[in-house]
C-alpha cells in the first residue's frame, strides 16, 4: 500500500517569503502525485498533478512541484507566497490504474501580512 | 456546472443515532469517493462506487458503516450507532473514469460530524 509523508506540519512565515513543502511517498511502482489545497471553509481544490513527463510541473497561483523519482518526493514550491496562500496543503498519490488515493497529514500555512 | 455537492455541512448527531450524509457529483460523473479527515490527520479513502456497486470497501470500518450509490439520486454514506470517535469529516469525490488514469478528482466541501 502506498504511504505518503509531510513534515512540518504547521508553517508560518512572511509574504514575499518562499515556501517549500516536502512530500515523501513509499511505493515502489508507478505513480501519479498530486498536491490539493484547502482554503478555510472551502472544498479541495487540485493544484497541480504529475502522471509523466516532465518531472517539473507547474500549477496554479505561481505554484510548482518537483518529481525526484530516486528520492521518492514531489516537493511543493512557491517563490514568493501572499496571504491568500493561507491554507492547507495536502500531498496524495496513488499507483497508476488504482483507484484510491492515499494522503499525506497535510500542511497547515499560515502567511502573515 | 455545480460541481460536488455533499450535505449536510455539518451535522450533530448524539451517541447512538444514525447520520446519513449525502454527495451528488458532477454532471456526467459516474465515479463517487468517499474520504474521512480525522483531526490532525490525512484524508483516509473509504469506499469507491459507481452507479448501484460498490467497486471497494476496503476503507469502511466493518461495523455500522455502509454506503451506496442509487440508479437515481444521490450517494449516500450511513453510519449507524455513531460513537464520538466518528466525528470527523467526510468528503466525497467523484471522477468520470478510474482515478488512476488521467481523470483525477473533483471534491465536494464536505460534511462536519460531530458526535455528542
Known amino acids: 500500500a502506498q504511504?505518503?509523508?509531510?513534515?512540518?506540519?504547521?508553517?508560518?512565515?512572511?509574504?514575499?517569503?518562499?515556501?517549500?513543502?516536502?512530500?515523501?511517498?513509499?511505493?515502489?511502482?508507478?505513480?501519479?502525485?498530486?498536491?490539493?489545497?484547502?482554503?478555510?471553509?472551502?472544498?479541495?481544490?487540485?493544484?497541480?498533478?504529475?502522471?509523466?513527463?516532465d518531472p517539473l510541473v507547474k500549477g496554479i497561483k505561481g505554484f510548482e512541484a518537483e518529481f525526484i523519482k530516486s528520492k521518492f518526493s514531489f516537493n511543493l514550491r512557491k517563490p514568493s507566497v501572499q496571504w491568500s496562500d493561507t491554507a492547507e496543503y495536502f500531498c496524495a498519490v496513488n499507483a497508476q490504474g488504482n483507484?484510491?488515493?492515499?494522503?499525506?497529514?497535510?500542511?497547515?500555512?499560515?502567511?502573515?501580512? | 456546472n455545480a460541481g460536488v455537492m455533499q450535505n449536510p455541512r455539518h451535522l450533530v448527531r448524539r451517541r447512538g443515532q444514525e447520520a446519513r450524509l449525502r454527495c451528488s457529483p458532477m454532471k456526467g460523473h459516474s465515479h463517487v469517493y468517499w474520504y474521512r479527515q480525522l483531526p490532525e490527520e490525512g484524508l483516509k479513502f473509504m469506499v469507491y462506487l459507481q452507479?448501484?456497486?460498490?467497486?471497494?470497501?476496503?476503507?469502511?470500518?466493518?461495523?455500522?458503516?455502509?454506503?451506496?450509490?442509487?440508479?437515481?439520486?444521490?450517494?449516500?454514506l450511513r453510519i449507524q450507532q455513531v460513537v464520538r470517535g466518528d466525528s470527523a469529516a467526510y468528503f466525497c469525490a467523484s471522477s468520470s473514469g478510474v482515478a488512476g488514469n488521467d481523470y483525477g478528482y473533483t471534491f465536494g466541501s464536505g460534511t462536519r460530524l460531530t458526535v455528542v
Open chain 1, 3 to 53: 504511504s505518503v509523508s509531510q513534515h512540518n506540519h504547521h508553517v508560518i512565515l512572511s509574504e514575499a517569503a518562499s515556501l517549500e513543502l516536502g512530500c515523501n511517498y513509499s511505493y515502489g511502482g508507478t505513480v501519479n502525485l498530486f498536491w490539493y489545497v484547502q482554503y478555510p471553509g472551502q472544498h479541495l481544490q487540485l493544484l497541480l498533478k504529475y502522471f509523466s513527463g
Open chain 1, 99 to 113: 483507484n484510491r488515493l492515499a494522503f499525506g497529514k497535510g500542511n497547515q500555512v499560515v502567511v502573515i501580512p
Open chain 2, 51 to 76: 452507479k448501484e456497486n460498490i467497486i471497494d470497501e476496503s476503507g469502511m470500518p466493518k461495523e455500522r458503516f455502509s454506503a451506496e450509490f442509487p440508479k437515481e439520486g444521490p450517494s449516500i
